[in-house]
């Protein structure tokens, strides 16, 4: 545990310093600037969706799947331990993200009504391929019984299709925000150079650096100490 901790550390502290101010400023963003949040329905519910959905997207949704990731790098105690955290916490990942998408469902003038842009299919995607990838990881757990070569012949997959959808969902935010800014300047509501602006792009490039930082920490070797080059040749402890 200790080596595991020693060689991912640095990039867990990161991780968690990135994800304070995202949802710092995820959270500042419709406390200030309430009026860009306020629909043109005048129903009381359109406009707390239209809160949610950012909140429940980025905080819910990312955040908290970026969590389940790195379970494995800092949590201790036995494997079957670290899997059940994981999946937990993807599941209420999952369930935000199914509840923020259901906001936008919600809100406006049904189903169909906001699905032109490339972030709601990007969206509906990501959201699906989350779906699947937590389903197998739930079957995978109660399936004890199954080969162990099978099991790791699947592992290197599931890391990528984890680690793929964990991508497309901070590129789906962008694109949320960017959609979201282009909208309120379109319609005039918001300068070009404004606190507003700056505070939305300032949420797109703490995603980005969450991300990677996410990703760099997953991909680190668990037991970097095992293998060690002695005198140009790989010894294993
Ligand atoms: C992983 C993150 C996100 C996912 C998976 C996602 C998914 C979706 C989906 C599927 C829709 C279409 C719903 C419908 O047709 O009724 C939608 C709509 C919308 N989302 Fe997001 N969203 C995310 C993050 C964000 C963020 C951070 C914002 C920023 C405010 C945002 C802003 C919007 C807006 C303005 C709409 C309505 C217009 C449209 O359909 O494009 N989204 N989102």
Redesign the pocket.
Known sequence: MAAALSSSFPFLIFARFSACLVALLVVIWPLHFKDSFISHSPLQEDHIYAVM??LL??IG??LISGEAILVHKWLPGSRNLKKLVHLCLQGVALAC?IF??WT??EG?EG???????L??W???V??ILFGAQWLFGFMSFWHRGEVRTTRLKVLPWHVFVGLYTYGL??V??ET??L??LT?LQTLGNLSRRCPETALVNALGLGLALLSSVVIVAALTPTHPTLFQLKNNVVVAF
């Open positions: 959905h950012p997207m980025v949704f990312i993200g923020g998408i936008k469902f406006q189903i169909v009504a906001n699905f032109y842009s972030h709601s990007m969206g509906v990501c959201i969902a901070v789906t935010a949320g925000l959609e979201k909208f």
